[in-house]
């Protein structure tokens, strides 16, 4: 259970379309208090002001105290709990729009960058309650909540930091970061090792050196093996057409893709296709005569 106050605006009509504020609150929780797996339709920035407690998110356990924080991406499953001997308190912030990703972007949060800490709690907090206990209604309520919507992000995006490393967009990790997620995003496109460079803001050389230092491997042979493992997948769970699959994945040339494909397997995509369905009944007829010797 948590004590909280709340405000909401979800639902109401916004004069702000590229970012605007949801709801914010502050809570109190007791011991264990748990809330999800859940999704949420918006962003929302947790920020713990004592206490500690957990975060759940992909697989991945987040140990969060005072002075650090969480963010929950729209449409994720997520789970939170407080620690069972010294449960947290916070505040938090949620929020949507069509600049909300980029603006996340900038101050370094990713898929792979959901916690932060920061120095200015005290500030963050004044900020939520002052929304919170706002009497004005009407335009004058909207304008003012958003005005400090900005206020709580100026000040995250100048003193926090993200699992202890810096937000700062020349940070080396955070540009692989940024790389991968756009190649999971756009390998299906007709994207080069240069539109990759483009979307992350640093040259291509520099790119190409940042994932031979960092993954061992060049931004083309990346994205080439991301791109030929997704077929691999598809050619072993659908019985689409090779030129279909070669589509998909980012190959608008069938023979190219085969040319590839078969480099990285020794097979062609229809010999691969043929050797995994093979190799599939074989082991059906294997679990089926053990299934009647058992019996």
Not at 247 to 273: E, H, I, W
Request: with cysteine; charged share 25%.
């Amino acid at each position: 259970m948590e004590n909280s106050v709340v405000l909401t605006l979800e639902g109401k009509e916004s004069y702000f379309k590229e970012l605007r504020l949801n709801f914010c609150g502050h809570s109190v929780c007791e011991p264990s208090h748990h809330i999800g797996p859940a999704a949420h339709p918006c962003y929302v920035l947790h920020y713990i002001l004592d206490g500690k407690g957990t975060y759940q998110v992909d697989g991945r356990t987040y140990h969060l105290h005072k002075g650090e924080g969480f963010l929950m991406q729209p449409n994720v499953m997520s789970s939170y709990e407080a620690d069972s001997v010294r449960p947290w308190t916070y505040i938090w912030i949620g929020f949507e729009g069509t600049k909300a990703k980029a603006i996340l972007e900038q101050m370094g949060f990713s898929n792979h960058n959901l916690t932060y800490v920061s120095s200015v709690g005290s500030h963050l907090e004044k900020i939520v309650t002052e929304m919170l206990y706002d009497e004005s209604n009407g335009l004058e309520q909207e304008l003012f909540l958003q005005s400090q919507l900005f206020r709580f992000l100026s000040h995250l995006s100048r003193e926090c930091s993200t699992d202890s490393v810096a937000f700062q967009r020349n940070n080396q990790h955070y540009y692989v970061r940024a790389a991968e997620e756009f190649i999971r995003e756009h390998y299906a496109e007709e994207i080069k090792v240069q539109d990759i460079a483009d979307h992350v803001q640093i040259s291509r050389s520099y790119l190409t050196n940042l994932f031979q230092a960092i993954l061992k491997t060049s931004p083309g042979d990346y994205l080439t093996h991301f791109r030929l493992t997704r077929a691999h997948e598809q050619l072993q769970i659908t019985d689409d057409p090779i030129g279909t699959i070669a589509n998909a994945c980012g190959y608008r040339d069938p023979l190219v893709f085969s040319k590839a494909f078969k480099q990285m397997t020794g097979l062609t995509p229809t010999q691969f296709r043929k050797k995994a369905r093979m190799e599939y009944r074989i082991s059906i007829d294997h679990a089926r005569d053990a299934k009647r010797r058992k019996y």
